[in-house]
C-alpha cells in the first residue's frame, strides 16, 4: 500500500524535481530573510524595525491572496511558477545591489531601510502566487493516494531548506558579509529557474475557467469556512504562530541577551528547522495520520512550551534546545495540517483554499513577527515571547474544548477512499 512505503512519492521523477525546485526557493528565500533581519537591525538597533519587515511583506501577500488564487486556478501551474521564481529573482539582485557599499555610500540610513522595505513589499506580492501555485502543482504530479507521504517529504525538503538557508545566511554573513551573501541568494534563484524546465506544463482541471473573479472568490472562501476541518485547522496553526512568532526577535537574543554574534544567530535560526527536519524523517516511516486532531493540539501545545522557556533562557545551548523542540512540535503541526488540506481540498479548488490558508497561516509569521516586534517594544523582549507563548497555550486549550469533531479527527478513512479512487 502506498501509504506504508516510506518511498512512494520518491518513485515519481517528477516529484524528485519539484523537491529540488522547492529546495532552491525556500533555501534563497529564508536565507534572504534572515540576512534582510541582520542588516537592518545592524542599521537601526531598533526591534520594531524587523517588525516591519515582516508588515510590509504581509500587506500585499493579505490583500491579493484571494485574487492570488483565482488566477492560479484559472492559469496553467508551471508556467505561473516559473514567474514567480523569476520575480523573485529580480528582488534578490535588487537587494544584491542595495547592500553594494559603492552604490549606496551617499544614501541615508534611512534611504536604504525604505529600499529594503520597499523591496520586501513587492515579495509579499510574488508570495501571494507562489504558495497557491505550489500546493496546486504539488497535486498534478502524484496520485491522490501517495499524497500523505508526499506532503511528508515536500515538507521535510522545506524543512532541510529551512535548516541551511538560515544557518549558511549567519555563517556567510560572517565570512562574506551582507553584500555577498545576497548575491549567493540571488544564484540559488537563477538555479530553480534552471531546474524547473524539468517539469512539464500541467493540464488545468478548473471546470470553471473564466468565471467571475467576484464568484469564483465567494465559491473559495465558502468551501474553506464552511470545511470546519479545515478552517479548525488552519484557525489553530494562524494564532499559535501569530502569538508564539519568537523567531522574529532572534537578532536581539543573539545580539543582546546571550551576545553569541553571528555564527550562534545561525544556529539559533536553523535550530527549530532541525527539529522539525528530523521529525519529518521519521513520519514518513511512522506516519501521523491516526487520531491526527489529538496530535495536532498536543503539538502546538508544546509548541507554546517551548517558547516559554526560551523566553526565560539566558543559557545559549537552553535556547537553543528549547528552539529545536519547538521545531519537532512545528513539524508534526505541518505535516498533519497539509494532509488535511491535500486530502480534503477538491481539484480545481486548490489555488483559492491555498490562498485562504496562505491569509491565515503563512501571512500570520509575518503578523507574529510584527507583533513580536510591536511587544518587545512596548513590553520588552523576554516579556514579549513568554506573552507569546502563553496566547499559543490557551489557544490550544480553548480549541480542544469546543471542538470535539475535531478532537476526534483521523485521516486512516480519507486515505482509504483515495486509494480506492486511484484504482
Not at 537591525?41 to 488564487?69: C, D, H, Q, R
Not at 532541510?160 to 540571488?186: D, K, Q, T
Not at 488545468?204 to 467571475?212: A, C, F, R, S, V
Amino acid at each position: 500500500m502506498a501509504n506504508r512505503d516510506p518511498y512512494a512519492a520518491l518513485r515519481y521523477k517528477e516529484f524528485n524535481v519539484f523537491l529540488l525546485v522547492r529546495f532552491a526557493m525556500v533555501f534563497a528565500w529564508s536565507m534572504q530573510f534572515v540576512v534582510i533581519e541582520w542588516e537592518v537591525y545592524s542599521l537601526t538597533k531598533n526591534p520594531l524595525s524587523l517588525g516591519m519587515i515582516g508588515l510590509m511583506e504581509v500587506i500585499p501577500a493579505v490583500s491579493l491572496a484571494l485574487f492570488a488564487g483565482h488566477i492560479v486556478d484559472q492559469k496553467e501551474k508551471k508556467g505561473l511558477l516559473l514567474k514567480c521564481i523569476l520575480g523573485f529573482s529580480i528582488i534578490s539582485l535588487g537587494l544584491f545591489l542595495l547592500t553594494w557599499p559603492q552604490i549606496v555610500q551617499d544614501w541615508s540610513k534611512n534611504t536604504i531601510l525604505y529600499s529594503i522595505y520597499f523591496l520586501v513589499f513587492l515579495g509579499g506580492i510574488v508570495r501571494s502566487f507562489l504558495g497557491p501555485t505550489i500546493f496546486s502543482l504539488f497535486a498534478l504530479i502524484v496520485p491522490k493516494k501517495v499524497y500523505p507521504n508526499a506532503a511528508t517529504w515536500s515538507s521535510s525538503v522545506w524543512q532541510m531548506a529551512a535548516v541551511l538557508g538560515p544557518a549558511l545566511a549567519g555563517f556567510s554573513i560572517n565570512l562574506i558579509g551582507v553584500h555577498w551573501s545576497m548575491c549567493l541568494i540571488f544564484a540559488f534563484s537563477l538555479m530553480a529557474l534552471l531546474i524547473l524546465t524539468k517539469i512539464k506544463r500541467k493540464p488545468i482541471l478548473n471546470p470553471n475557467i473564466g468565471e467571475p473573479v467576484i464568484q469564483s472568490l465567494k465559491e473559495g472562501v465558502k468551501f474553506v469556512f464552511g470545511t470546519k476541518i479545515i478552517l479548525g485547522a488552519i484557525t489553530l496553526d494562524m494564532v499559535a504562530v501569530l502569538f508564539g512568532g519568537a523567531i522574529a526577535l532572534l537578532p536581539i537574543y543573539a545580539q543582546d541577551i546571550l551576545k553569541v554574534g553571528p555564527e550562534g544567530f545561525g544556529i539559533l535560526r536553523a535550530a527549530p528547522a532541525v527539529g522539525a527536519l528530523i521529525i519529518m524523517f521519521t513520519s514518513a516511516y511512522f506516519p501521523l495520520n491516526k487520531h491526527a486532531g489529538l496530535k495536532l493540539l498536543g503539538s502546538i501545545f508544546g509548541f507554546g512550551l517551548c517558547i516559554i522557556v526560551f523566553g526565560l533562557s539566558t543559557s545559549f545551548w537552553i535556547s537553543v534546545t528549547a528552539l529545536f523542540f519547538s521545531g519537532v512540535t512545528d513539524g508534526i503541526s505541518m505535516i498533519i495540517r497539509q494532509t488535511i488540506l491535500q486530502l480534503r481540498t477538491p481539484d480545481h479548488m486548490r489555488g483559492r483554499v491555498a490562498s485562504v490558508n496562505s491569509m491565515f497561516v503563512g501571512s500570520s509569521n509575518e503578523l507574529g513577527a510584527f507583533e513580536s516586534g510591536l511587544t518587545a517594544k512596548l513590553m520588552g523582549t523576554v516579556t514579549a515571547v513568554v506573552f507569546g507563548g502563553c496566547m499559543t497555550l490557551i489557544t490550544v486549550i480553548f480549541t480542544g474544548a469546543i471542538s470535539p469533531t475535531f478532537r476526534k479527527l483521523d485521516l486512516r478513512k480519507d486515505l482509504e477512499e483515495h486509494e480506492k479512487d486511484d484504482v
